[in-house]
């Protein structure tokens, strides 16, 4: 499964400052679509931004949240919805019902609303830009840095291989990828499949499994996970030069 609808993000292991401005919008895509948005700005920023793709329940709480906790430390943030083609702009709350629009989503569809979003993003900061995503979100971050949208770098958690598809010549920016050992959706062997590509291909990329942890476990009320939570908080800070860090091993 992926995130339960209570889930909440857990905080970075630091913070340069406050969140400076939030709020949602709505943007228009180069082929008329129209979806909503969340963005979050720090009061101390730290020269990065994130491009925040969720996972299959679409704009959902937690990512507006998440989208906070990566302001308070310092990267401009914008978080994006999937949806907006077959769901229009209704919340994606708990209600939502993401399995009738999940299967209509396809990756242009996702690429033309992040290149929308990124527009938007960079309007407020000329900073790099790194695309961070979770389950499905994960999949698509990864993809979008063969999308020639210009990303710094691309890190996906608990991602699924097939929605990356054929997609590693284009590669264009270094990937991050941070498993969970007791993944119930996607297996071992399909990111060995996946990994072994990107190394005939001469690709970057970093990979990190959490061994027993299961899919979905970057979540502030799972106790039992909360060191592997800061450890993947190290991660994406080291990926995105933000800090020097050693993550544990």
Not at 73 to 79: I, K, L, R, S, T
Not at 155 to 164: D, E, L, S
Not at 178 to 201: H, P, Q, S, Y
Request: with cysteine; hydrophobic share 45%; aromatic share 12%.
């Amino acid at each position: 499964m992926c995130h339960p609808t209570d889930s909440r993000p857990p905080a970075a292991p630091f913070t340069t400052g406050t969140v400076a401005e939030e709020g949602r919008l709505e943007i228009t895509a180069a082929d008329g679509n129209r979806f909503n948005a969340f963005r979050a700005a720090p009061s101390v920023p730290n020269g990065r931004s994130i491009l925040l793709l969720p996972d299959r329940r679409g704009l959902h709480p937690f990512y507006e949240d998440l989208a906070r906790r990566f302001a308070e430390a310092g990267f401009h943030v914008m978080a994006f919805d999937f949806y907006g083609r077959s769901a229009g702009l209704t919340p994606r709350d708990a209600d939502f019902d993401w399995a009738v629009h999940m299967p209509l989503l396809e990756p242009a569809h996702v690429e033309a609303d992040a290149a929308a979003a990124l527009t938007k993003l960079r309007e407020w900061s000329g900073d790099p830009v790194f695309g961070v995503g979770f389950c499905l979100g994960g999949s698509y971050s990864w993809r979008l840095a063969a999308a020639d949208l210009g990303l710094a770098g691309a890190a996906g958690f608990y991602g699924v291989p097939r929605f990356f598809g054929d997609r590693t010549e284009q590669l264009t920016a270094p990937l991050l990828m941070l498993l969970a050992g007791e993944d119930v959706v996607t297996t071992r062997e399909e990111f060995a499949e996946f990994t072994a590509g990107l190394e005939r291909a001469g690709k970057e990329y970093e990979l990190k499994v959490y061994e027993g942890a299961p899919h979905s476990f970057f979540d502030d009320s799972v106790e039992d996970w909360s060191e592997a939570c800061t450890d993947a908080w190290h991660r994406l800070l080291a990926f995105t030069g933000v800090q020097a860090l050693t993550p544990t091993a």
